[in-house]
């Protein structure tokens, strides 16, 4: 029987509890290792010791956890970024590495748009000031008719100019990937980086981490903004380069930022001390239809798995290194 082993956050599974059960129903068995955040890496390695297929939340996967687990074939990342699993030693191992894309994709969107509008209209600063009993007047900023660029047209991307279309925004987007039909679809026009962020009232981060966007936004591309504009985060974020960002905001080079992700997690950032920022401790894809749809995607790869047919959302490719 092969062993399965689970490692995800609390919310996550208690969101969607019936995995354990449905897998086991596959014929697995299935071990679980449940807890706030991120796991220990002793207890994930004594976890994974003897097993095949491992579900991953948001724990780094890296060579000792790979070397520590001698009978691991199969990886599932229970999400959508797999910059936290080293993928060429998976491949080197013969490990296959799924994820579960698109799942997510209006979940995070809808944050995004929430936070634009929390940030843009003072929204967490007026529940404090009711809260604490104080009637105060705080004056935002509206979206009708301001640009939004959007930096990462993938499936994220593409719901945010979805649903950024209803506000009579202009939505502008850079990045690798043009999917045409989806920009004139919701009327998105290309632009180059530098173009986007020298011209945008709001700017939205939703492209993967990687070489190529790591620290993204430097100081001088977050120089180009304009200083009436906000950032907002909803993807990873070492894309931003913190440290800039933090001297952007404080010296009023920018008006204001919304982040739900940050370069360490649980962060102890001073971003999240701003009176300009609006910040949430990564909640993108924290829903219950979210997460049931990233569990039903899990559970169909994993009966693939066991019953030896093609895995959906392959990101690499073992196959030939284990024929070599």
């Not at 404090?128 to 509206?142: F, K, P, S």
């Not at 910040?279 to 569990?295: D, K, S, Y």
Request: charged share 20%.
């Amino acid at each position: 029987m092969k062993k399965v082993f689970l490692a995800i956050g609390r919310s996550f599974y208690e969101a969607y509890p019936q995995i354990k059960e449905n897998i086991e129903s596959l014929g697995a068995e299935v071990s679980c290792l449940i807890g706030d955040y991120a796991a220990d890496k002793q207890e994930l390695i004594a976890g994974l010791k003897d097993a095949d297929i491992y579900i991953n939340g948001i724990e780094k996967v890296d060579q000792e956890i790979i070397d520590a687990a001698p009978s691991l074939k199969y990886i599932l990342k229970y999400g959508t970024g797999v910059d936290n699993i080293d993928l060429d030693y998976a491949t080197e191992k013969g490990i296959s590495v799924s994820n579960a894309p698109g799942q997510n994709a209006s979940a995070v969107a809808e944050l995004a748009i929430g936070l634009m509008l929390s940030v843009s209209r003072k929204i967490p600063q007026s529940h404090a000031d009711m809260q604490a009993g104080n009637w105060r007047i705080a004056m935002g900023n509206g979206l009708d008719g301001k640009r939004l660029g959007i930096i990462g047209f993938g499936s994220i991307g593409q719901n945010i100019a979805r649903m950024a279309s209803g506000f009579n925004m202009e939505v502008v987007a850079s990045g690798t990937y043009r999917n045409m039909q989806a920009a004139r679809k919701w009327e998105v026009s290309f632009t180059e980086l530098e173009e986007l962020l020298a011209t945008s009232d709001y700017v939205i981060v939703s492209t993967s981490l990687k070489s190529s966007t790591y620290h993204l936004l430097d100081r001088k591309r977050l120089g180009l903004m304009k200083p009436s504009a906000y950032v907002i985060n909803i993807a990873r974020g070492d894309i931003i380069d913190e440290s800039a960002l933090l001297e952007v905001l404080q010296s009023g080079r920018i008006r204001g930022a919304a982040l739900d992700v940050f370069s360490k997690e649980p962060t102890d950032s001073k971003l999240t001390q701003l009176p300009n920022v609006v910040v949430t401790p990564h909640i993108g894809g924290a829903t219950e239809e979210c997460v049931r749809m990233i569990g039903k995607m899990t559970e169909e790869n994993i009966g693939n798995f066991l019953s030896g047919l093609p895995l959906m959302n392959l990101v690499n490719s073992p196959a030939a290194v284990r024929q070599s």
